[in-house]
Structures are given as C-alpha cells and as structure tokens.
C-alpha cells in the first residue's frame, strides 16, 4: 500500500515524514511484484484495470 505515494507526486520536494495519506488516491490492486506478473498476460492485466480505470473516469467525470 502506497498511500503517501500521491502526495508525493503532488509535493515532490517535502520530506517523506510530512506526507499526506490520500485514502481517496487511486490503488494499485496488488503490489509491485503483482503489478508485474499481471502486466505479463495482457488480457488479464485490462480484464483487472479496465474497470478501475472507468470507475475513477466516472467519479471525474461528475
């Protein structure tokens, strides 16, 4: 979980100690080392993101 991981794009210069945790940031559903196997079979990988990506697209959308 990589929840200062946000704040840290948004803020790159501030200490890591002082980020914010953004519950509401975007999540991986795995970590790295899951990322990496997923994105090996391409079908699975947009089987798993795909709705992700239109959940989030639909909330900005609003």
Known sequence: ???RH???HHQPAKPYQT?????EAPQLPT???GMMLLSLIPP???AVMNPRVDA??????D
């Open 1 to 3: 979980e990589l929840t």
């Open 6 to 8: 946000s704040d840290h």
């Open 19 to 23: 980020l914010n945790s953004i519950q």
């Open 31 to 33: 970590g790295y080392p």
């Open 44 to 46: 699975l990988y947009f």
């Open 56 to 61: 989030i697209a639909a909330q900005h959308a």
